[in-house]
């Protein structure tokens, strides 16, 4: 089993929908988490931290359920600027490896006109 | 504004080279690492490290070293070039800790032919 597992993609959405994104992840003892968005032939830049209370910024919500180990990014009113791949990143824990990142496999979204 | 420099955007090397691809970083973060990024695989861990003068494997270890003899400077060698290490090589920064951001690279095309 993967330590970090992405929903399959490509999404292709019209603008203005609604996307969720799904993540799971194999270590309990994780420690962080977060969402990084990578644009084509660009390196990965954080789009948000995830928290166990949830948090928002604009058109972007992550969720974190620590009991399911899953991870959760929703996007309203989806724009064509949002086209690019959403990374699901965990780290291991600092006893573990100190706590290197660990990347899904990512999400490629494409939000059409 | 944090900043994580590799010393090319284009690399072309040929079968058995020995490689040096160098990343620099300035604000004094603790743990760098080296991925590589192939389609459908995804961000891959190579090496990290938490420290000067120590390192980590990863999960895809062979064939590659490094080197972290300054706080800010990780160099990922490739010891005898192969063709199926021709690929996106991404390196990333940051502090010790939980929930702090990573910081990439623009990163590295190596093609080895």
């Known amino acids: 089993r993967k330590e970090v597992e992405q929903d399959p993609g490509p999404f292709n959405v019209p603008e203005g929908a609604t996307v969720a994104f799904n993540c799971t992840y194999s270590?309990?003892?994780?420690?962080?988490f977060f969402w990084y968005r990578q644009d084509c032939r660009k390196e990965p830049k954080l789009l948000m931290s995830?928290?166990?209370s949830g948090n928002e910024d604009g058109r972007f919500t992550a969720q974190l359920n620590r009991a399911s180990q899953y991870i959760s990014l929703l996007i309203r009113d989806s724009k064509l600027s949002d086209s690019a791949t959403y990374l699901c990143?965990?780290?291991?824990?600092?006893?573990?490896?100190?706590?290197?990142?660990?990347f899904g496999q990512g999400t490629e979204l494409s939000v059409k006109p | 504004d944090v900043k994580v420099t590799q010393s090319s955007r284009y690399l072309v090397k040929r079968t058995g080279e020995k490689v040096f691809l160098e990343c620099v970083q300035d604000?004094?973060?603790?743990?760098m690492f080296w991925y590589r990024q192939d389609p459908g695989l995804g961000l891959r861990l190579i090496y990290f490290?938490?420290?000067?003068?120590?390192?980590e494997k990863g999960d895809i270890p062979e064939g590659y070293s490094v080197s972290r003899e300054k706080k800010e400077r990780f160099s990922l060698i490739l010891e005898s070039a192969s063709t199926n290490q021709t690929s996106m090589y991404l390196c990333?920064?940051?502090?010790?800790?939980?929930?702090?951001?990573?910081?990439f690279g623009q990163g590295t095309r190596l093609t080895v032919v």
């Open positions: 990333a920064s940051r502090l010790g800790g939980a929930g702090t951001e990573a910081f």
């Open positions: 995830v928290y166990s």
């Open positions: 490290s938490y420290d000067v003068k120590m390192k």
């Open positions: 270590n309990s003892a994780s420690q962080s």
């Open positions: 990143v965990v780290t291991a824990p600092i006893y573990n490896q100190g706590g290197k990142l660990i």
């Open positions: 604000m004094d973060h603790e743990n």
